[in-house]
């Protein structure tokens, strides 16, 4: 019962929440996210464009030059690992999947540099699958309020999941990351501004 009134305010609170991340389809979502990895999504969004106006699908960017990409994308953390992520998962998407992202998240690992958060990310945003997406943000929060004691993502994704039905995973990640930008930040959280601060036991502990 707490968990669902804390999902009322938390909708109420932040009744635009959605991906920060600038996309147009499925792919620029999926490169989007690769791209996401310990930097901010703003920072994501200064690179994608020019990015995209030169690979605008797999197989362009499955015929890049790791080179090339690295330079457009020089200014996010992990430039280098990031560049080979993202030509090899183009040329994965054209060898295997005729040059679309696939809607299973059995696949959606397979590919170079994605691993569960970023496939039901993609699989929430692009295709409306329900999942949990235990970013930074959903972790931090959820423990906060005692949804589970535990930071392996893992293990976050199940409780977070057991509290609310599927279709409200996605918007509620959503919400919940926005609520963990703009007021549960990580080092000053905001408790007396927060809407839910009588209901989570952090701040009252």
């Known amino acids: 019962m707490t968990a669902a009134l804390i999902g009322s305010r938390l909708a109420a609170a932040y009744p635009d929440a ?6 147009r389809s499925p792919f620029e979502l999926l490169v989007a996210v690769v791209l996401s990895a310990q930097t901010t999504d703003a920072r994501v969004n200064q690179v994608t464009p020019e990015l995209f106006a030169r690979y605008p699908d797999a197989e362009h960017l499955a015929g ?23 030509t090899g998962l183009a040329r994965a998407l054209v060898a295997d999947h005729d040059g679309r992202v696939p809607d299973s998240l059995d696949e959606l690992v397979k590919l170079p ?11 929430g945003d692009a ?6 997406t235990p970013d930074t943000h959903v ?3 959820s423990n906060r309020l005692g949804w589970v004691h535990s930071t392996k993502p893992d ?20 919400r919940i990351i926005w609520h963990g930008r703009r007021c549960c930040r990580a080092r000053t959280p905001a408790c007396t501004a927060c809407p839910v601060e009588d209901l989570c036991p952090s701040s009252q502990a």
Do not use: M
């Open 18 to 23: 959605r991906c920060d991340l600038d996309h």
């Open 64 to 86: 890049a030059e790791q080179d090339d990409v690295e330079e457009i994308i020089s200014s996010l953390g992990l430039y280098r690992s990031k560049a080979r992520s993202l």
């Open 113 to 123: 540099g994605v691993g569960r958060k970023t496939a039901n990310v993609v699989l």
């Open 127 to 132: 295709f409306g699958i329900p999942g949990i």
């Open 139 to 141: 972790i931090r929060v």
């Open 155 to 174: 293990d976050v994704e199940r409780a977070v999941g057991a509290l609310f039905p599927p279709g409200e995973w996605v918007v509620l990640c959503h």
